[in-house]
């Protein structure tokens, strides 16, 4: 498996653009979580997915955030519409009940 | 009042040096996982444990449970141990995550 693969890795959009940032889980695993680095906060986790199904997203940060898992293998994280303070690395991670998280390379979203 | 404290913020250490790095936590757990996020940028999971202590060459993880503590060894360290190490729990709804530690071996 190649492991979780995120796009775009970079993302530059002006304030008021709709973004969307796209993971591929492992194969197999029933979680996905999709989490939000900055220097300011550190980690933070946005919100998880299991079985398809939000968990929790008890961490997203407001209304313009939403997230979307369709099927087994893909999920989506948008954002509309952007804002400066939105610039951040956007990580996508999968695990198997109750293993090790495995992380995608993250998306560097700058918004101008 | 952060719920994962981590200790030290910033460690360098001379190649060869036994390293610690500390996680303390507030809140009940089923589980804390210890990530290593590297100068580039990407985050790997080093452990997740729930309880005693795991091993991965020479990384060593452990977990005290009723002290609500964990530490993170590295055994002979090695430039390319350098990164931020990152303690993170959850509590199967939520996860906290601490603030990281940066560590730089230096040869």
């Known amino acids: 498996d190649a492991g979780v693969i995120q796009s775009p890795r970079h993302e530059v959009t002006e304030m008021g653009q709709e973004v969307t940032l796209r993971c591929k889980p492992i194969?197999?695993?029933?979680?996905l979580f999709w989490y939000r680095q900055t220097m300011m906060r550190g980690l933070e986790l946005l919100i998880y997915f299991n079985n398809n199904v939000p968990i929790d997203d008890s961490g997203m940060p407001e209304d313009r955030f939403s997230a979307k898992m369709p099927n087994a293998s893909f999920s989506t994280l948008k954002i509309q519409p952007s804002e400066p303070r939105d610039s951040a690395v956007y990580f996508c991670?999968?695990?198997?009940?109750?293993?090790?998280?495995?992380f995608g390379q993250g998306t560097r979203l700058t918004v101008v | 009042k952060n719920e994962v404290e981590q200790s030290p913020q910033n460690l360098t250490a001379q190649e060869g040096e036994f390293i610690t790095i500390n996680c303390s936590y507030s809140v009940g757990i089923s589980a804390l996982h210890w990530l290593q996020q590297h100068p580039g940028g990407g985050i790997v999971s080093l452990f997740m444990l729930s309880s005693g202590k795991k091993k991965h060459g020479r990384l060593i993880a452990t977990i005290n449970i009723q002290e609500k503590h964990s530490s993170l060894h590295i055994t002979a360290s090695h430039p390319r141990d350098s990164a931020v190490y990152i303690c993170?729990?959850?509590?199967?709804?939520?996860?906290?995550f601490g603030t990281g530690t940066s560590l730089t071996v230096i040869p």
């Open positions: 194969s197999g695993h029933d979680y």
């Open positions: 991670a999968s695990s198997q009940p109750p293993g090790q998280a495995f």
């Open positions: 993170a729990v959850t509590n199967g709804n939520q996860f906290y």
